[in-house]
């Protein structure tokens, strides 16, 4: 109103932005600015005291849905415990992986977890995209419990213990013991490293090709760069 940008008309704007994300009832967790243009100019990271007759922003949110959340806070509540705040858990893992300094070259991390596979996008310090996708390692157990015909506890134990995606002559040769369903207690069967990598290697790479698709749509992407961090147990694959 009075030509120069003050602390009023940034919090005018973010209220905005934050009534926009939140339009559909959803819960908002994150709302970031990445940058400001005044009367059209290019962007600025912060505007305070520029003079300008129009302001915008462009700004990233992550938003929710309620029900899930709200049932998460009750199982916290009969835990006798409070909650604090609620933090994306993509963002949650990219601190925790990545450097400052990563983040401020562009990084993505990818959260490869048994029920999800989750990422994060960062550029200039910033967090610029997250996503989750509902598929994770979990589907690999079933595979090798399905293929090898053993039960899904002795899958997950197979694949912590020997599952890799990286081959070797010798897996033709390096065979490992498990027992069949069903079977007899005490009677075992053998597969080879090579049979077991051939049984992991598709569903990881639909799993990622998955990834791939959402990072193509998330416009955060073009600025990320192109470090990838992997975590999560089973980025130790």
């Known amino acids: 109103a009075n030509g120069v940008v003050t602390d009023d008309d940034v919090t005018r704007m973010m209220a905005g932005g934050r009534a926009y994300a939140e339009r559909h009832g959803r819960t908002l967790l994150h709302l970031n600015p990445l940058g400001y243009q005044l009367d059209g100019s290019v962007s600025i990271q912060d505007p305070k005291g520029f003079a300008a007759r129009?302001?915008?922003?462009?700004?990233?949110?992550?938003?929710?849905?309620?029900?899930?959340?709200?049932?998460?806070?009750?199982?916290i509540e009969r835990c006798h415990l409070a909650c604090d705040g609620l933090v994306a858990a993509p963002?949650?893992?990219?601190?925790?992986?990545?450097?400052?300094?990563?983040?401020e070259f562009g990084v993505t991390c990818i959260d490869f977890g048994a029920e999800t596979t989750s990422y994060a996008l960062f550029s200039e310090g910033r967090f610029i995209g997250a996503d989750v996708v509902p598929v994770g390692s979990q589907r690999i157990s079933h595979d090798i419990a399905r293929a090898l015909q053993t039960p899904l506890v002795e899958a997950e134990r197979i694949k912590?213990?020997?599952?890799?995606?990286?081959?070797?002559?010798?897996?033709?040769?390096?065979?490992?013991?498990?027992?069949?369903?069903?079977?007899?207690?005490?009677?075992?069967?053998?597969?080879?490293?090579a049979m077991l990598t051939a049984i992991i290697r598709p569903?990881?790479?639909?799993?990622?090709?998955?990834?791939?698709?959402?990072?193509?749509?998330?416009?955060?992407?073009?600025?990320?760069?192109?470090?990838?961090?992997?975590?999560?147990?089973?980025?130790?694959?």
């Open 91 to 103: 963002y949650a893992s990219a601190l925790a992986t990545t450097t400052a300094e990563e983040r």
């Open 54 to 75: 129009q302001m915008s922003a462009q700004l990233h949110a992550v938003v929710a849905d309620d029900a899930p959340l709200r049932n998460i806070l009750l199982l």
């Open 160 to 193: 912590s213990l020997y599952g890799t995606l990286i081959s070797a002559q010798s897996d033709e040769h390096e065979a490992f013991s498990y027992p069949l369903l069903g079977d007899e207690e005490g009677a075992t069967h053998q597969a080879t490293k």
């Open 203 to 237: 569903r990881v790479a639909q799993i990622l090709s998955l990834v791939q698709e959402r990072l193509a749509q998330n416009g955060g992407r073009a600025y990320a760069g192109d470090k990838v961090v992997l975590t999560g147990g089973s980025s130790q694959l």
